[in-house]
């Protein structure tokens, strides 16, 4: 028979009559102190926060805590003794209602002398009385009912161990890319964690068998995933926009330059005379879409002046724009 956890109380160092929040508040502190996360190399303090989130579990049930208070369950959900405190029967017949003398050995029919003699009594009858069958109820379950017929209540099934939980940052590259990335457990062991389509900031994964050993098998792993901002790309929806700086000379004549991707560098066509502000679309460059489809990568080209203007403004001595760039705009 496994032996029961520690008593809930104890484990989050709190006494049996503390509040609610007092509870909270332990829960927090040693939750906070033994996390895997912050104790990659000490595999007993994932240990301990397994047995701390089980004692949290139990005491932050009012109907829980209850029941363990009156002694109802142990420390692990599981019901306790259900004969405690009925003191041993195999002497409840002697020495009181039946027979004399105290005698031990059970009850015997010849006791019985006494009330009148043992052949007119039903002793199924009697029993039945005892313990709560009806007069003649004959349960498939021995006595009849009761304590002791066929009705008996079962005990839940033992607990799975406590989950555990890890938060890992991907780049927003990566995370676009789907690249699979390494993760350390609580245990000390690596495994590659493949990421999903459909990818976002509070995406949580499932690793099933990595939490703690219970009674009743092992807890999972929950990872959440946190997508880092990036210096170059912006996510929009399923698309990943990027400022393109492009020179004068590019902007009037036109021709290839070179533009930074998620899955890295690619040659993109500028017509002549594009304008700064033009947008231009990379297929498939993107976030990873659930079906395995990917978004796109827009482009935003922005015109940049050389930093000595003078031989630009000598080359353009006596010309000037006739445009109406502002037209549209009333103004």
Do not use: C
Request: glycine share 20%; no cysteine.
């Amino acid at each position: 028979m496994a032996t029961p956890s520690p008593d809930p109380y104890s484990t989050l160092g709190v006494a049996r009559g503390a509040s609610e929040k007092d509870i909270k508040s332990a829960y927090r502190k040693l939750a906070k102190e033994l996390h895997p996360d912050r104790n990659k190399d000490n595999p007993k303090a994932a240990e301990r926060f397994g047995k701390v989130t089980q004692a949290y579990d139990l005491l932050s049930d009012k109907d829980k805590r209850a029941r363990f208070d009156r002694g109802e369950i142990d420390s692990d959900g599981n019901p306790a003794n259900p004969f405690a405190g009925m003191g041993g029967m195999g002497g409840g017949f002697n020495g009181g209602g039946f027979g004399g003398g105290g005698r031990s050995g059970g009850f015997r029919p010849e006791d019985l002398q006494g009330m009148g003699g043992a052949e007119g009594v039903d002793l199924g009858d009697l029993f039945e009385g005892l313990f709560g069958g009806g007069p003649r109820s004959r349960g498939a379950g021995g006595f009849g009912g009761g304590a002791f017929g066929g009705q008996q209540r079962r005990p839940p099934p033992p607990q799975k161990g406590a989950d555990i939980a890890y938060r890992l940052r991907v780049s927003l590259a990566d995370a676009a890319t789907l690249k699979p990335q390494r993760i350390t457990l609580a245990d000390g062991k690596t495994i590659d964690l493949k990421l999903p389509e459909g990818l976002e900031s509070g995406t949580q994964m499932r690793l099933k068998g990595k939490g703690q050993t219970g009674p009743g098998g092992t807890g999972d792993g929950i990872v959440t995933i946190d997508v880092d901002p990036h210096k170059l790309y912006r996510r929009d929806g399923d698309d990943v926009r990027l400022d393109l700086p492009i020179t004068l000379d590019e902007a009037v004549r036109g021709g290839k330059v070179r533009v930074p991707t998620v899955d890295g560098p690619v040659m993109m066509t500028i017509k002549p005379g594009t304008s700064g502000g033009t947008v231009l679309r990379l297929k498939g460059k993107g976030f990873t879409r659930k079906g395995g489809q990917r978004g796109d990568q827009l482009v935003t080209l922005e015109i940049q002046l050389p930093r000595d203007l003078a031989e630009l403004t000598r080359r353009l001595e006596g010309w000037s724009d006739e445009g109406e760039p502002r037209g549209k705009l009333g103004v």
